[in-house]
């Protein structure tokens, strides 16, 4: 199994910045997919970031040109840098991986919350 823990959550204004960071650890060989999701209040889980592989990367239009993912093998990292933030940003992200061993696997995450 694959045990996540996300930190860098909090209050930010609108147009600051926040970065999200994700640690993983356990059967963390050949995670294959690491991604960043978030549920707002009322609303279902989306997508915000995806990498597959290296560097094959996915953003919701709404991530788009404000957030970057990265992740880092070598310290079994995934990061979300979130520029220009807004309001509607505001919801609960969670960490995402996968891989063929030990299937999906979820971290408990952490709260943004963006004032206008």
């Known amino acids: 199994q694959v045990q996540l823990v996300e930190s860098g959550g909090g209050l930010v204004q609108a147009g600051g910045s926040l970065r999200l960071s994700c640690a993983a650890s356990?059967?963390?060989?050949?995670?294959?997919?690491m991604a960043w999701y978030r549920q707002a209040p009322g609303k279902a889980r989306e997508l915000v970031a995806r990498?597959?592989?290296?560097?094959?990367?996915n953003y919701s239009d709404s991530a788009k040109g404000r957030f970057t993912i990265s992740r880092d093998d070598a310290k079994n990292t995934v990061d979300l840098q979130m520029d220009s933030l807004k309001p509607e940003d505001t919801a609960v992200y969670y960490c995402?991986?996968?891989?063929?061993?030990?299937?999906?696997?979820w971290g408990q995450g952490t709260q943004v919350t963006v004032s206008s």
């Open positions: 995402n991986t996968w891989s063929p061993g030990s299937g999906m696997a």
């Open positions: 356990g059967n963390i060989y050949s995670i294959n997919v």
């Open positions: 990498i597959t592989g290296v560097d094959r990367i």
